[in-house]
């Protein structure tokens, strides 16, 4: 595969060859939903922790955020260079769900996937993700709040997952599906969205622990499975399902970890 010199707007220089080998590692999965991090680093031919620290150190991502980014770069050509609908759009670059595709493609861009198409492509200049850090300038009491309750949350899932491994062995492996919004008021749903993103993240520095991505758990969120057919879908023995809802200033988060 040809890989064109030129400097990303994540920023690095396509020069870095283990950069490269993993954008092409992406890239060759790249209609596969369920390639994540660990699939990530186990072709990389390395650990899901080391990977992590090494793309931190890089470009100030995890692996996660870096195979996102790298879907949503392709969705932005596809748009560009192929007749192709949103929904098949979502689908070639790994999301299930055409609808979280949107959202994401919205929330780096800037944009509906929808006014790329019509945008001209000359001259362009190349378009910067938007920054998530506006949203922290704008309500950081409210993101103080959630870490606290990150802060909690975590280590008392690890937990009850190492306490459910007394009892039998098995792998620990965990899908955490998508959270459900109960705000009365509007613009509240990147909120609850962040704090699901923000557990995937810490959940994913633990060493021994599997986590499915967000894009293989998304289909799932309007789903009429059970938690046990989904957990059989998704190869994993646990399931953190929560709900959001804010009121005012205030933010209430109720979780639950399933063992299936």
Do not use: W
């Amino acid at each position: 595969m040809l890989v064109k010199t030129k400097t990303l707007s994540f920023g690095f220089s396509m020069n870095n060859s283990f950069i490269q080998k993993l954008i092409c590692l992406v890239e060759a999965n790249l209609a596969n939903e369920n390639f994540g991090p660990e699939d990530l680093a186990r072709e990389a031919g390395m650990s899901r922790s080391n990977l992590n620290r090494k793309l931190r150190f890089i470009l100030n991502q995890n692996s996660s955020q870096f195979i996102k980014e790298i879907r949503l770069k392709k969705a932005k050509e596809l748009l560009r260079n192929e007749e192709l609908t949103i929904a098949e759009v979502s689908y070639r670059v790994g999301f299930g769900s055409p609808t979280y595709f949107s959202n994401c493609f919205h929330e780096f861009y800037g944009h509906a996937p929808s006014e790329r198409r019509n945008q001209v492509p000359e001259n362009e200049p190349e378009e910067q993700p938007v920054q998530p850090i506006s949203k922290k300038r704008k309500r950081p009491k409210i993101l103080i709040g959630l870490m606290v309750g990150l802060i909690v949350l975590i280590p008392f899932s690890v937990f009850l997952i190492n306490r459910g491994s007394k009892n039998a062995i098995k792998e620990k492996s965990i899908a955490v599906l998508p959270f459900v919004n109960y705000s009365p008021e509007e613009g509240t749903t990147y909120i609850i969205n962040g704090l699901q993103e923000e557990i995937l993240d810490k959940l994913e520095k633990i060493e021994d622990l599997r986590v499915k991505s967000r894009t293989a758990v998304e289909k799932y969120k309007d789903t009429k499975l059970s938690l046990s057919d989904i957990a059989k879908e998704l190869k994993v023995n646990y399931i953190l399902e929560g709900s959001g809802q804010k009121v005012g200033n205030n933010i209430r988060i109720r979780l639950q970890l399933i063992e299936t």
